[in-house]
């Protein structure tokens, strides 16, 4: 799950926490909007320390980010950040070493809708980014903007220059400490910064190893058989009627193999 | 100071062709130079609920969806039906 004997150290203590899985109905949200947020429950200070640390970096390390800054370890070995990633990404998921540090500066505009990569998209849970904040982010500060249930979309980038603003967008104007997983294919994109203050968003990957055998969440079938209705009713953000019913048949794929199924 | 007339555009993303389907997107481009476009994360408002009320207030549909659906049962792609509206409007010269 870690990769080096030296991160694992600086993990220890969030290692040897049970892990918190998600819930049958955590997981459907998530099939179906393609994210979910959660915090980790550090000081306040922790986290300024983190911010401080990227601040004195003098370049950008790319993906040397976690050499240059171990706490980070911290956070995606934290309990919540690990129960999610594992019910996500089955057990033995893997941290990719690709992850780089977004900084939004003060006055720097947004960025276009975007999916990551290239078009080759599978609608099954094998790739999700942790994208985790170390300040408190304010609407002002470029919040990261991601568009609910188009993981299942497959629309090539230059696309969406169109676009501007969608009216079910949601903002990631969150708490230091919040960790957003997402799946790897969902629109997102940095707003404008017109505050004063820098922005981090540290963007970590995390892949799938192994296909699901059994689910690797909190799985309750009684609850799941409930929950996975949502499934076929739940709106995810206002589209077509031809497009809700693609997108019914690739949420439930998304699930089937979630649940262990082929 | 002298005016002239310019084309604002205005580009609707709604969630049919009909022109009376819910707008789901919006995207505003004035003709004023150095103005930007761009996504807003602060709470906005949405002036026009379908592009048959854009056309009320006075825009002009300059270019309706293509209607040519790919007929794919399974994929989904680029969201929304886009409709790209002009209203010239005078500014500063």
């Known amino acids: 799950m870690l990769e080096t004997t030296h991160e694992t150290l600086i993990a220890e203590h969030e290692l040897a ?18 994210y979910h947020v959660v915090h980790t429950d550090f000081p306040r200070d922790f986290h300024q320390a983190i911010y401080d640390k990227i601040g004195r970096l003098e370049q950008n390390p790319g993906d040397g980010i976690l050499d240059a800054v ?7 070995a934290h309990p919540v950040v690990r129960g999610a990633l594992i019910s996500l990404l089955g057990p ?43 300040q408190d982010v304010t609407v002002q500060m470029g919040p990261t903007v991601v568009l609910p249930g188009t993981h299942f979309r497959n629309a090539p980038t230059d696309r969406m220059a169109s676009y501007a603003n969608f009216r079910e967008q949601v903002v990631f104007d969150v708490p230091a400490g919040t960790v957003a997983i997402t799946h790897y294919d969902i629109w997102h994109a ?17 892949d799938r190893t192994e296909e ?30 031809s497009d809700h019913y693609k997108e019914r048949g690739l949420r439930q794929e998304m699930w089937r193999h979630l649940l262990g199924g082929s | 100071m002298p005016k002239k007339k310019l084309q604002r555009l205005l580009y609707l ?9 819910r707008v789901i997107g919006m995207a505003l481009h004035e003709p004023v130079r150095n103005s930007i476009t761009e996504l807003n994360p602060l709470p906005q408002e949405w002036p026009y609920a379908t592009v048959h009320d854009a056309i009320l207030d ?5 270019q309706f969806p293509v209607q040519l659906a790919p007929f794919d049962d399974r994929e989904i792609d680029i969201l929304g039906y886009e409709f790209i509206l002009e209203k010239f409007e005078e500014y500063d010269a």
């Not at chain 1, 070493?97 to 599978?122: A, F, I, K, L, Y």
């Not at chain 1, 940095?190 to 995390?206: E, G």
Request: with cysteine; aromatic share 10%.
């Open chain 1, 70 to 76: 171990p706490d980070l370890q911290r956070i995606y």
């Open chain 1, 17 to 34: 926490a049970t892990p918190i899985l998600l819930t049958d109905e955590e997981v459907v949200r998530f099939v179906i909007r393609g």
């Open chain 2, 58 to 62: 006075e825009w002009r549909v300059v």
């Open chain 1, 212 to 241: 699901p055998s059994a689910p690797s969440w909190n799985h309750d079938p009684v609850q799941a058989a409930e929950a996975q209705d949502r499934l076929l009713f739940e709106r995810s953000i206002v589209c077509s009627q």
């Open chain 1, 190 to 206: 940095a707003s404008a910064n017109t505050s004063d203050k820098m922005r981090y968003m540290l963007k970590f990957l995390f």
């Open chain 1, 92 to 134: 033995n998921f893997r941290m990719n070493s690709h992850r780089h540090c977004h900084m939004n500066r003060p006055g720097t505009r947004s960025q276009e809708w975007h999916q990551d990569s290239t078009n080759v998209r599978h609608h099954q849970v094998r790739c999700v980014l942790g994208m985790y904040y170390p």
């Open chain 2, 13 to 21: 993303h709604a969630a049919t062709p009909s022109i009376r389907s």
